[in-house]
């Protein structure tokens, strides 16, 4: 326990250039502090105690506004930078060295039994705002963008950015396999698509006035007025 707690003081300490000295990580930072009373909440919910786990967890997340599930294998040297709004699902693993940034997600997609949250291999980053869903793993050193969705695992060493998220660099160079420049964008194609039924629309209402202009007065449609 104390060794684990070591690590992840050296870990703020290195990771975090606001850190000064131990004693000040220990004192004031509040992901240290979530990370911390997470371990005993971990290992009450191993020993089948889960009320006791559930509620050390809540009274951490009241007093650190991160919410990590007791159920969830935390590993050693990992900081949680900021971390409020940082949510850790039940079934999720956060592997050795791993960063993580405010208002992270690792959560699930549905109400499914068992795995049902992410695996982080070792070394990960991720950025602020990303929400990585699903019972896949994310490989060893990867990054996760600010404000990434990852929905689909990703190979070790490779950043993926975007909503949802797609593979950029693998290993500090652009993927030869895949134009991530020309992606389609979905928002973009239904926005197109609107206007084209739009324009289609304004068409036929200027037919219909020509028409209604055009047609013998007794022959036109009386609009009712309000």
Same mark, same amino acid.
């Given at each position: *326990?104390? /060794?684990?707690?070591?690590?992840?003081?050296?870990?703020?300490? %290195?990771? /975090?250039?606001?850190? &000064?000295?131990?004693?000040?990580?220990?004192?004031? !930072? !509040?992901?240290?502090?979530? @990370? *911390? *009373?997470?371990?005993?909440?971990?290992?009450?919910? %191993?020993?089948?105690?889960?009320?006791?786990?559930?509620?050390?967890?809540?009274?951490?997340?009241?007093? $650190?506004?991160? %919410?990590?599930?007791?159920?969830?294998?935390?590993?050693?040297? #990992?900081?949680?930078?900021?971390? *409020?709004? +940082?949510?850790?699902? %039940?079934?999720?693993?956060?592997?050795?060295? =791993?960063?993580?940034?405010?208002?992270?997600?690792?959560?699930? $997609?549905?109400? /499914?039994?068992?795995? &049902?949250?992410?695996?982080?291999?070792?070394? #990960?980053? +991720?950025? =602020?705002?990303?929400?990585?869903?699903?019972?896949?793993?994310?490989?060893?050193?990867?990054? +996760?963008?600010?404000?990434?969705?990852?929905?689909?695992? @990703?190979?070790?060493?490779?950043?993926?950015?975007?909503?949802?998220?797609? @593979?950029?660099?693998?290993?500090?160079?652009?993927?030869?396999?895949?134009?991530? +420049?020309?992606?389609?964008?979905?928002?973009?194609?239904?926005? =197109?698509?609107?206007?084209?039924?739009?324009? &289609?629309?304004?068409?036929?209402? &200027?037919?219909?006035?020509?028409?209604?202009?055009?047609?013998?007065?007794?022959?036109?449609?009386?609009?009712?007025?309000?």
């Amino acid at each position: *326990m104390f /060794d684990a707690i070591k690590k992840d003081v050296r870990a703020v300490r %290195e990771r /975090d250039p606001a850190a &000064r000295n131990s004693f000040e990580v220990l004192l004031l !930072s !509040s992901g240290l502090h979530a @990370i *911390m *009373m997470h371990r005993p909440a971990h290992w009450l919910y %191993e020993h089948k105690a889960y009320l006791p786990a559930r509620f050390l967890s809540q009274f951490s997340r009241f007093l $650190t506004g991160i %919410e990590i599930h007791p159920g969830a294998k935390i590993g050693q040297g #990992v900081l949680i930078d900021h971390g *409020m709004g +940082v949510v850790i699902g %039940e079934t999720a693993e956060v592997g050795d060295g =791993c960063t993580i940034y405010q208002g992270v997600t690792l959560g699930g $997609t549905g109400k /499914d039994k068992g795995k &049902r949250h992410p695996t982080l291999g070792k070394n #990960v980053t +991720v950025g =602020c705002g990303a929400k990585i869903l699903g019972p896949f793993k994310v490989g060893d050193g990867a990054k +996760v963008a600010a404000n990434a969705v990852l929905l689909e695992s @990703i190979p070790p060493a490779s950043t993926a950015v975007g909503v949802p998220a797609r @593979i950029a660099r693998v290993g500090g160079r652009k993927p030869n396999t895949l134009d991530h +420049v020309h992606l389609p964008d979905p928002v973009a194609q239904e926005i =197109c698509k609107l206007q084209f039924e739009l324009d &289609r629309l304004e068409k036929r209402i &200027r037919e219909l006035e020509k028409e209604q202009a055009a047609a013998p007065a007794d022959d036109r449609v009386r609009v009712p007025q309000e």
